[in-house]
């Protein structure tokens, strides 16, 4: 009666670990400023080396010599970035912490923007922790994520954007009038000094 009473007492600490990080892993939201690139995910803030490993090298320069460059504290720049030499529309949005002398490599990306043109698709995978990926309509991703924070309409474009405050991001999407599908996704570090505090 005593080991029968022992075993169920294991059992039921047995049980409550694997519902425990059954809870962690599986149901845990994922960051609304987490996406996928090439099989890899990326949440901003990230530092720009983790697409430097990943394989993706600089357009128009190296990373070398962009690990030259000297840049001042809390300095915005920018990088086109390329895999295997695809022509492509993808910029990583760096900033550069507080303190003089740093290197454009030794930055953060506050902000990934991924676009393409109805004569040449995005020649990459992409996706936002969602799901939601360049092609897809405004339409369903209202379906999705609900009404957009701020909206915007010209003669060529419609645009929505989600800000979500709780974890300083936001994301941006472009749709053309004329393909009726998103053409362009930004995710962005709302404050992107905060980062640093």
């Not at 999407?173 to 905060?194: G, N, R």
Request: net charge negative.
């Amino acid at each position: 009666m005593k080991m029968k009473k022992i075993w169920s007492i294991v059992s039921a600490v047995i049980l409550l670990a694997v519902l425990a990080t059954g809870c962690g892993g599986g149901s845990a939201a994922k960051s609304q400023g987490s996406f996928e690139l090439e099989g890899k995910t990326y949440t901003v803030p990230f530092a720009l080396t983790d697409l430097k490993d990943n394989g993706w090298e600089p357009r128009g320069t190296t990373w070398e010599e962009l690990a030259e460059q000297d840049i001042g504290e809390y300095t915005l720049s920018w990088v086109d970035l390329t895999k295997d030499g695809k022509e492509a529309e993808l910029t990583a949005y760096t900033i550069s912490g507080p303190g003089e002398g740093q290197k454009i490599t030794d930055c953060q990306v506050y902000r990934i923007s991924v676009s393409e043109t109805s004569d040449d698709p995005f020649p990459y995978s992409f996706s936002l922790s969602n799901g939601i990926k360049l092609r897809d309509t405004m339409d369903s991703v209202k379906e999705q994520m609900g009404e957009p924070t701020n909206e915007d309409e010209t003669d060529t474009t419609i645009s929505a954007g989600y800000h979500f405050d709780s974890e300083n991001v936001s994301i941006y999407f472009c749709q053309s009038k004329e393909t009726s599908y998103i053409y362009e996704i930004d995710v962005d570090v709302l404050d992107a000094v905060a980062i640093f505090e």
